[in-house]
């Protein structure tokens, strides 16, 4: 049994947290959509006039032409929940339930709906791929940055918010949908906007921006249609833009009005220096919020659970839709934070609630902002509450809460950069230290578990740093009544394998397998009696939670069913709810990536031609010494080819892969440097599983 790099204060940590977490039972998956009326009668769509600078002058003059009937085999996209809605092609491919995090890579709005004219094309979008041949249609919701402006104007400062180097193609002009709403529509090359790839790509767009009416004392929201073709195929597509367009229906996003196809609800703006707002989670659906800054703020979030069973989890996304924070510490019932985050760009900012089990549950959002941070000294904790915060370099902040003679108390402290090596004291009500904890190394958390307290009173937690540097972190408290005795290390797990076992009083089992990104895998562990109620979770080689589950009763059998998506050691941790011994069975079953096809030897300075078969993978191993450094190339030759290049040590790891090019191009791997002497393998695929040709180049540096 090879040896564990992982204390047992991070065991405590885990389990503490396992320990307050319930998964609810038997949630329905989604809610059902309310779709729209199927009569979507056409109208009449803009023009397109003469190719022109995006500053030029706007026109919204051009008459509209009449657009011919759509086939009655055409299929719905969207739905009156989701904003809009509108007739595709019936071989185009809806994948608006593929846009896991709608916020994401979007700077003019939150994704709603999304469809492409094959899988091809919508898998490369989604994966951020370049896009360079096909075209798609996607539907935003945008927060008007300036209700007021004429819809033309802002149709224009939208686009060269998002798209900087967009070029007008033709002037503004006037659309109105199916269900009467007005809106303005512009065509441009390049971007590309909407859904990013990864790379400056020649396309075509026709944007329209619709301006739905909003209720009485709310606040307005856009819609924004994106119609989107490669330059070079968009005279093929350009008269079914014109039918999609025509038949689009707005129905407006209200705040509460689930978007995304049941995925997400968007429910509104966080207006003002404080704000707050009550909603409720439906099963297995997002909440969105919105909140606008002009200028440098600090700004701090609480998300409050209104019921035990939620397990709320919170995200920032910035003005350019990229992740600022996350806080889920694990717990159900409590309330999680942000503390005095600095946010200096301008723009539209996003925040997500999520419950980690998808449950139904009622929450409180609130939002502050100012000038100046509010917490940097630190300020009050609650039992149940997850706090992060950043201590600036040299800092010292305490956290204070009340408690009474006899309780136990559980405290984590969790650095959020591994230059940060955390410091926690505990002060009772005397002012006497009780605790010093500097237990971890600079990334570690401190754990504080199941103290019990003997007086009543206020109690300081003081956080700081061993060294002058300091670092964002979260700090928790918790009530911990009955701590996990013992941890017990349960051995290692392959494929295949059904090993029993027995879970002593307030005990936890950590069984340890090796995984590969792509294996698709299956962990259930079975009580082997009726009175063991399994907590499971697993846990990535960052000891970051990738899936827990405890959906049933007593005695019945819990199950993980997942894909992983990195190479290295997974954790199983496994646990009796109220810490009940018992037998149980656990099993772990996978379908491992497919094995490469040994293609043969490669030498540096050769250049080798070869192919991949469809949906397999090809390997050339080659000798190299620690130090070398390599350069390594791999051409497609077809255009429509898209490599995808893996590089893997002695150990049979994948250390580096490359998937950055579009199709058609050169994926490199350049000046990198070998650790490790032994036989290393170049493994090949093509990302959609197509047959494939290919040059391989492989040169040493030096």
Same mark, same amino acid.
């Given at each position: 049994m090879q040896k564990r790099d992982l204390p047992l204060l991070v065991f405590g940590l885990l389990i503490t947290a396992v320990a307050a977490c319930r998964s609810p039972t038997d949630f329905p998956a989604s809610n059902d959509a309310t779709t729209l009326e199927p009569e979507l009668a056409e109208t009449g769509v803009a023009a397109r006039p003469t190719t022109a600078p995006l500053d030029e002058a706007i026109a919204t003059d051009t008459p509209t032409l009449p657009l011919p009937t759509p086939a009655d085999d055409r299929q719905t996209l969207g739905s009156d929940r989701a904003g809009l809605a509108l007739l595709i092609p019936p071989g185009w491919v809806n994948l608006s339930d593929q846009l896991d995090i709608p916020a994401m890579d979007n700077r003019l709005g939150i994704n709603l709906v999304f469809a492409a004219d094959s899988e091809r094309t919508g898998r490369s979008l989604l994966a951020g791929k370049a896009f360079s041949a096909g075209a798609y249609v996607a539907g935003l919701v945008v927060t008007p940055t300036d209700p007021a402006a004429d819809p033309a104007t802002a149709l224009i400062d939208l686009i060269t918010a998002a798209a900087p180097t967009a070029v007008r193609l033709t002037s503004v002009a006037p659309v109105t949908s199916a269900n009467d709403v007005s809106g303005v529509a512009v065509e441009v090359a390049d971007g590309p906007i909407g859904l990013n790839a990864a790379a400056p790509n020649d396309l075509r767009t026709r944007v329209v921006l619709f301006t739905p009416p909003a209720a009485d004392g709310e606040a307005p929201s856009w819609i924004v249609l994106l119609l989107s073709a490669s330059t070079d195929r968009w005279s093929q597509f350009a008269a079914e833009f014109d039918r999609m367009l025509a038949s689009t229906r707005v129905a407006g996003v209200r705040p509460g009005v689930a978007a995304q196809e049941g995925n997400v609800v968007v429910r509104g703006q966080l207006a003002g220096e404080r704000a707050e707002a009550a909603a409720t989670l439906e099963p297995a659906v997002n909440d969105l919020w919105t909140f606008t800054i002009d200028d440098s703020r600090y700004v701090s979030l609480f998300l409050s659970a209104d019921e035990p069973p939620l397990d709320p989890a919170l995200t920032l996304l910035g003005p350019d839709r990229r992740p600022i924070a996350r806080v889920d510490n694990g717990y159900a019932g409590v309330t999680e934070s942000?503390?005095?985050? !600095?946010?200096? &760009? #301008?723009?539209?900012?996003?925040? =997500?609630?999520?419950?980690?089990?998808?449950?139904?549950?009622?929450?409180?959002?609130?939002?502050?902002?100012?000038?100046? @941070?509010?917490?940097?000294?630190?300020? %009050?904790?609650?039992?149940?509450?997850?706090?992060?915060?950043?201590?600036?370099?040299?800092? $010292?902040?305490? !956290?204070?809460?009340?408690?009474?003679?006899?309780?136990?108390?559980?405290?984590?402290? =969790? +650095?959020?950069?591994?230059?940060?090596?955390?410091?926690?004291?505990?002060?009772? %009500?005397?002012?006497? $230290?009780?605790?010093?904890?500097?237990?971890?190394?600079?990334? /570690?958390? =401190?754990?504080?578990?199941?103290?019990?307290?003997?007086?009543?009173?206020?109690?300081?937690?003081?956080?700081?740093s061993?060294?002058?540097?300091?670092? #964002?972190?979260?700090?928790?408290?918790?009530?911990? /009544?009955?701590?996990?005795?013992?941890?017990?290390?349960?051995?290692?797990?392959?494929?295949?394998?059904?090993? #029993?076992?027995?879970?002593?009083?307030? =005990?936890?089992?950590? !069984?340890?397998? &090796?995984?590969?990104?792509?294996?698709?895998?299956?962990? $259930?562990?079975? @009580?082997?009696? +009726?009175?063991?109620? #399994?907590?499971?979770w697993l846990l990535d080689a960052n000891l970051e939670r990738v899936a827990a589950v405890d959906a049933f009763a007593a005695g019945e059998p819990e199950t993980i069913e997942l894909t992983l998506t990195a190479d290295g050691q997974y954790l199983v941790l496994v646990r009796d709810f109220a810490g009940q011994p018992g037998d149980y069975e656990i099993a772990l079953g996978a379908a491992p990536i497919a094995t490469p096809e040994n293609a043969g030897a490669l030498n540096y300075g050769d250049s080798l031609i070869g192919a991949i078969k469809p949906d397999t993978a090809v390997a050339w191993s080659f000798n190299a010494q620690a130090g070398d450094v390599i350069d390594l190339t791999a051409t497609p030759g077809e255009s429509s080819s898209d490599l995808v290049v893996q590089l893997q040590g002695p150990d049979g790891l994948t250390v580096l892969a490359v998937d950055d090019a579009s199709a058609g191009m050169a994926e490199s791997i350049r000046a990198f440097i070998v650790p490790t002497a032994g036989a290393w393998r170049v493994v090949l695929r093509e990302y959609f599983g197509q047959t494939a040709s290919y040059r391989l180049a492989l040169a040493r540096a030096r």
């Amino acid at each position: 049994m090879q040896k564990r790099d992982l204390p047992l204060l991070v065991f405590g940590l885990l389990i503490t947290a396992v320990a307050a977490c319930r998964s609810p039972t038997d949630f329905p998956a989604s809610n059902d959509a309310t779709t729209l009326e199927p009569e979507l009668a056409e109208t009449g769509v803009a023009a397109r006039p003469t190719t022109a600078p995006l500053d030029e002058a706007i026109a919204t003059d051009t008459p509209t032409l009449p657009l011919p009937t759509p086939a009655d085999d055409r299929q719905t996209l969207g739905s009156d929940r989701a904003g809009l809605a509108l007739l595709i092609p019936p071989g185009w491919v809806n994948l608006s339930d593929q846009l896991d995090i709608p916020a994401m890579d979007n700077r003019l709005g939150i994704n709603l709906v999304f469809a492409a004219d094959s899988e091809r094309t919508g898998r490369s979008l989604l994966a951020g791929k370049a896009f360079s041949a096909g075209a798609y249609v996607a539907g935003l919701v945008v927060t008007p940055t300036d209700p007021a402006a004429d819809p033309a104007t802002a149709l224009i400062d939208l686009i060269t918010a998002a798209a900087p180097t967009a070029v007008r193609l033709t002037s503004v002009a006037p659309v109105t949908s199916a269900n009467d709403v007005s809106g303005v529509a512009v065509e441009v090359a390049d971007g590309p906007i909407g859904l990013n790839a990864a790379a400056p790509n020649d396309l075509r767009t026709r944007v329209v921006l619709f301006t739905p009416p909003a209720a009485d004392g709310e606040a307005p929201s856009w819609i924004v249609l994106l119609l989107s073709a490669s330059t070079d195929r968009w005279s093929q597509f350009a008269a079914e833009f014109d039918r999609m367009l025509a038949s689009t229906r707005v129905a407006g996003v209200r705040p509460g009005v689930a978007a995304q196809e049941g995925n997400v609800v968007v429910r509104g703006q966080l207006a003002g220096e404080r704000a707050e707002a009550a909603a409720t989670l439906e099963p297995a659906v997002n909440d969105l919020w919105t909140f606008t800054i002009d200028d440098s703020r600090y700004v701090s979030l609480f998300l409050s659970a209104d019921e035990p069973p939620l397990d709320p989890a919170l995200t920032l996304l910035g003005p350019d839709r990229r992740p600022i924070a996350r806080v889920d510490n694990g717990y159900a019932g409590v309330t999680e934070s942000i503390t005095d985050l !600095w946010l200096t &760009q #301008p723009g539209v900012y996003i925040v =997500e609630v999520s419950d980690f089990y998808g449950a139904p549950g009622g929450y409180t959002l609130s939002l502050s902002q100012s000038a100046q @941070p509010q917490y940097s000294g630190g300020g %009050p904790l609650g039992f149940g509450q997850a706090l992060q915060g950043v201590l600036p370099p040299g800092g $010292r902040q305490q !956290w204070v809460f009340e408690a009474t003679a006899g309780q136990r108390v559980s405290i984590v402290v =969790e +650095p959020g950069a591994t230059n940060f090596d955390a410091v926690l004291d505990l002060y009772g %009500p005397d002012g006497q $230290r009780l605790v010093a904890l500097d237990e971890g190394f600079s990334g /570690d958390p =401190e754990v504080l578990s199941a103290f019990q307290l003997a007086a009543t009173g206020e109690y300081a937690v003081l956080v700081h740093s061993f060294s002058p540097q300091g670092g #964002p972190y979260t700090i928790s408290l918790d009530e911990g /009544d009955q701590p996990i005795a013992n941890f017990y290390d349960a051995g290692d797990l392959a494929y295949g394998d059904v090993r #029993p076992e027995s879970l002593q009083p307030n =005990e936890a089992h950590a !069984w340890f397998f &090796q995984g590969q990104g792509g294996d698709h895998i299956l962990v $259930r562990v079975t @009580p082997l009696g +009726p009175g063991l109620d #399994p907590d499971v979770w697993l846990l990535d080689a960052n000891l970051e939670r990738v899936a827990a589950v405890d959906a049933f009763a007593a005695g019945e059998p819990e199950t993980i069913e997942l894909t992983l998506t990195a190479d290295g050691q997974y954790l199983v941790l496994v646990r009796d709810f109220a810490g009940q011994p018992g037998d149980y069975e656990i099993a772990l079953g996978a379908a491992p990536i497919a094995t490469p096809e040994n293609a043969g030897a490669l030498n540096y300075g050769d250049s080798l031609i070869g192919a991949i078969k469809p949906d397999t993978a090809v390997a050339w191993s080659f000798n190299a010494q620690a130090g070398d450094v390599i350069d390594l190339t791999a051409t497609p030759g077809e255009s429509s080819s898209d490599l995808v290049v893996q590089l893997q040590g002695p150990d049979g790891l994948t250390v580096l892969a490359v998937d950055d090019a579009s199709a058609g191009m050169a994926e490199s791997i350049r000046a990198f440097i070998v650790p490790t002497a032994g036989a290393w393998r170049v493994v090949l695929r093509e990302y959609f599983g197509q047959t494939a040709s290919y040059r391989l180049a492989l040169a040493r540096a030096r």
